[in-house]
């Protein structure tokens, strides 16, 4: 029990590094919450602050769930996905939680696609690779990032079914994919009215005006 709350607690904290936030409040004194579509998060960051401030903010949430995890195969000693493969998921599962609900900020935060990707990493490169292939091409297919998101974390949890990793893993990855439609109900009513904002717009935009 000691074992699973170390790993809670070490997965939320990392989680708190809430990039976005911290960045924009520290170099361009504003509220990333306030701008674009109100979250703390890559996405958000490169619709709001352009795709420079974007980029950096998501490798900083990805790198963040890769150290968390990395700390817990240090701590416990695992160097392969049979051995305690739980405490993995459970910690990149806190990380989320940490980076979507954070408590200094009210509990509101960012979306988790940066760092699932991390976690996915953390957990075998192999499945960061794929991850970022799937988010990438549904991205770049549909032009919206939510639906990417969404597409990730599905692999997430397939690809736990697939190499039997357990029904504790398997439970946090569904869990995992639930909180992830939750927080991009929004963005889903938006593209189905057409109101959401599509990256490659973005992107063309925030470029010329550089």
């Not at 990395?70 to 051995?83: G, T």
């Not at 988790?112 to 499945?127: E, P, Q, T």
């Not at 990032?145 to 190499?163: D, K, P, Q, S």
């Amino acid at each position: 029990m000691k074992s699973y709350l170390l790993v809670i607690i070490i997965g939320y904290l990392f989680g708190c590094l809430q990039w976005s936030y911290i960045l924009s409040k520290t170099f361009l004194n504003v509220d990333i919450r306030t701008l674009g579509a109100g979250n703390a998060g890559a996405s958000n960051t490169v619709i709001s602050l352009g795709w420079k401030w974007g980029v950096l903010v998501a490798i900083l949430d990805i790198l963040k769930a890769i150290i968390s995890i990395l700390v817990i195969r240090y701590l416990f000693k695992i160097s392969h996905l049979s051995e305690s493969v739980f405490l993995l998921y459970l910690n990149g599962l806190f990380v989320i939680l940490g980076h979507d609900f954070p408590f200094f900020m009210g509990f509101r935060g960012g979306k988790g696609a940066a760092s699932l990707l991390g976690m996915l990493i953390g957990v075998d490169y192999r499945f960061g690779l794929l991850g970022f292939i799937i988010i990438l091409l549904i991205t770049i297919f549909t032009d919206y990032i939510a639906l990417g998101t969404i597409a990730m974390n599905l692999f997430l949890l397939l690809a736990t079914i697939h190499f039997n990793l357990g029904l504790g893993p398997i439970i946090i990855s569904a869990l995992l994919v639930i909180i992830a439609i939750y927080l991009h109900i929004p963005n889903i009513k938006r593209i189905r009215n057409k109101e959401e904002k599509g990256l490659r717009g973005t992107l063309k935009k925030k470029i010329k005006n550089i």
